[in-house]
């Protein structure tokens, strides 16, 4: 069964710095790895999709990369801001549209 | 506007008493599926679809159903609701598994 772990569970960083955020899954036969950003009690938005055949993708001050033979993602935000405070989750994408998620990294900016 | 819509948006009800959650995508995508999120145990898939009239079990799908009649609309059924389903629920859609998947803005259910 595939489990997805998410390291640090908590983190607070000042404002403008550079901050990685790590993912690792146990199973390797993934179509995809996804990450979302959640506020408190809202909706989960859809940050990056990094197909499994994929080795990183970029929006804009983010840069999600995927090591599949190793089982590991990182989320790079780069310049971070306030406005980043949020719980960013990582989802791998299995069989039968399985989509398994980790417990997700709570994040402050601070100004 | 593309989108994912669950209705109700909150919910409080008693032990036993048969309610409905619905979910509907405008998106003409063929997967949908449901998850429950709850403190400490992260997301869970309950039951996913892949198209119309087909339906499987994700990891926590006892007391819940679904069905799928109409592409656009998959709604969650809880028979006799308890306690233990009171949680925040989110229904996603995606074209196709290798796609994102987009998510409802959640339906938090509360049993007593």
């Known amino acids: 069964k595939q489990e997805v772990t998410q390291i640090p569970a908590a983190l607070s960083v000042p404002e403008g710095e550079n901050l990685v955020l790590n993912c690792s899954f146990t199973d390797s036969a993934i179509y995809n790895l996804q990450w979302f950003r959640q506020d408190p009690g809202k909706g989960l938005t859809s940050l990056l999709l990094i197909q499994s055949s994929q080795r990183e993708q970029t929006s804009g001050r983010l840069n999600a990369s995927l090591d599949k033979s190793s089982g590991r993602s990182t989320l790079y935000i780069a310049a971070s801001q306030p406005g980043d405070s949020a719980t960013y989750l990582c989802a791998v994408s299995g069989a039968g549209n399985m989509l398994t998620f980790g417990g997700g990294t709570r994040l402050m900016v601070k100004p | 506007e593309a989108q994912v819509t669950q209705n109700p948006r909150y919910l409080i009800t008693v032990t036993g008493k048969k309610l409905t959650v619905t979910c509907s995508q405008n998106m003409n995508h063929e997967y949908m599926s449901w998850y429950r999120q709850d403190p400490g145990l992260g997301l869970r898939q309950i039951y996913y679809?892949?198209?119309?009239?087909?339906?499987d079990k994700g990891d926590v799908p006892e007391g819940y159903k679904v069905s799928r009649k109409e592409k656009r609309n998959f709604p969650l059924i809880l028979e006799s609701p308890s306690p233990n389903q009171t949680s925040l629920y989110f229904c996603?859609?995606?074209?196709?598994?290798?796609?994102?998947?987009?998510f409802g803005p959640g339906t938090r259910l509360t049993v007593t």
């Open positions: 679809s892949m198209n119309v009239e087909v339906t």
């Open positions: 996603a859609s995606s074209p196709d598994r290798a796609y994102e998947q987009y």
